[in-house]
């Protein structure tokens, strides 16, 4: 008999992935309407997939370079240039296996021992992370009733001699919440002034409901000398199996990034890096269409969250997702767990992405119309049935 491996302690804290109980327990049911997905619900576009076979067939399967595929290192560059204009160059990009990955190197990177890593709830996954490095996540709480948005006071006050890091996610899994300039600004400014590291978990930049700008550190931070802008091209262009990514920061920190991925992952898939130079440098209209349809969902299940009893909603301005609350007493895992088996609803439970939203429930938009309007007509007769 073995007692198993002593691993670090982080581990043992690692908490197994309530999304994951919530699809298990759904994957043995019949007649569930998902409203937990988080991936893109639509076909990768056909030019990319054309793309990544001709690179296969041209025989380009071998290792590619470490810090990326040269023509992809460029197409992300000259696409982010444009997009903030700013003026990155490939020196400034590392290719990663996506978003994931990046933020598991620049977290694991930027947290020391027993320092704080100031983090926004709710939370992506990635606080685990920080524990995993040694450090401690310095929690912020943002609410639905103010549409998960951050005052940068707010950074400033969790901020003390030991912060080493900060994270945000705009806009952001679970909420959709999209911070404005003046917020996304203030906070470079806090950073480059207490001289911490940024990083900016941007991975659904390009899924932006209202139109207008989108403000990413890239286009914000005076220097980007201590700040990490990571994103892929899983949401954007609804390829998120073939796992491909990026970092984007000053060309020291990419450098010093470069060195730790080559312990990670080597050097990234190479026909994927020829699908994403496809993708980057396309047409990108079918980015537009999956937007426009994200849009149109988002437009109506706002006033069917608004409709529905005890769900405090507000308007998410990216991403495909919405994060309503329920009343303070509510136990967010039991309630959407007690949803899914009486009506056949799977949604996620707040408390996953922090204790500070427990009380909430995040719903997916990565569907189809049909199945939001069918999960509300179940939805909405159950929530009136319920007290608190
Ligand atoms: C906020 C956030 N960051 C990162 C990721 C991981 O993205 P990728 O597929 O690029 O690794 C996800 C995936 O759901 C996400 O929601």
């Given amino acids: 008999m073995t007692e198993g491996i002593d691993w670090h302690p982080g581990l043992g804290e690692l908490p ?36 990544m076979v001709k690179a296969i067939r041209d025989g380009h399967t071998g290792y590619a370079l470490d810090a990326g595929l040269p023509e992809l290192r460029r197409a992300v560059a000259d ?25 598991f190197m620049a977290l694991s990177a930027a947290s020391k021992p027993e320092m704080e890593v100031v983090i926004v709830e709710p939370v992506f996954v990635f606080q685990h992370v920080i524990r995993m490095a040694g450090a401690i996540p310095r929690p912020i709480v943002t609410t639905a009733a103010e549409g998960y ?42 950073a480059a002034e207490r001289n911490l590291a940024l990083i900016s978990d941007e991975v659904y ?40 990514g990026w970092a984007i920061s000053s060309e020291r920190n990419i450098v010093d990034l470069q060195r730790y991925h080559m312990f990670i992952s080597t050097c990234e898939n190479t026909p994927t890096q020829w699908a994403g130079v496809a993708a980057l440098t396309g047409d990108q209209g079918c980015v537009e269409e999956m937007v426009a349809a994200y849009r149109q969902r988002r437009d109506r299940i706002v006033p069917l969250v608004d409709a529905a009893p005890h769900l405090t909603g507000y308007t998410p301005g990216g991403a495909f997702f919405i ?14 767990m007690r949803m899914l088996h009486e009506i056949g609803v799977c949604t996620i439970p707040g408390g996953t992405f922090g204790a500070s939203c427990n009380n909430a429930l995040r719903i997916s938009f990565a569907t189809s119309m049909e199945k939001i309007e069918a999960a509300f007509e179940r939805m909405i007769p159950w929530l009136s049935r319920q007290s608190f």
Avoid: W
């Avoid at 049911?29 to 793309?51: K, T, Y």
């Avoid at 444009?82 to 290719?95: A, M």
């Fill in 323 to 336: 994060m309503p609350s329920l009343p303070e007493s509510c136990d967010s895992f039991e309630f959407a």
């Fill in 149 to 190: 948005q951050l005052d940068p006071q707010q950074v400033r006050d969790a901020i003390s001699e030991k912060t080493c890091a900060i994270m945000i996610n705009s806009p952001g899994n679970p909420t959709g919440a999209v911070y404005p300039r003046s917020t996304v600004q203030a906070i470079c400014d806090i």
């Fill in 16 to 51: 197994y992935s309530p999304i994951r109980h919530m699809f298990n327990t759904a994957a043995k049911m019949d007649d569930v309407i998902h409203l937990s997905i988080g991936q893109p619900d639509f076909p990768m576009p056909e030019h990319i997939a054309d793309a």
């Fill in 79 to 103: 696409f982010y240039s444009g997009y903030h204009g700013t003026s990155l160059g490939p020196d400034n990009v590392l290719i990663t296996t996506g978003c994931g990955q990046t933020m």
């Fill in 205 to 244: 930049d390009r899924l932006i409901l209202d139109g207008g700008e989108f403000a990413g550190v890239l286009g914000c931070a005076d220097s980007l000398d201590n700040v990490i802008m990571t994103s892929s091209l899983s949401k954007s262009f609804s390829m998120a199996g073939l796992r491909l």
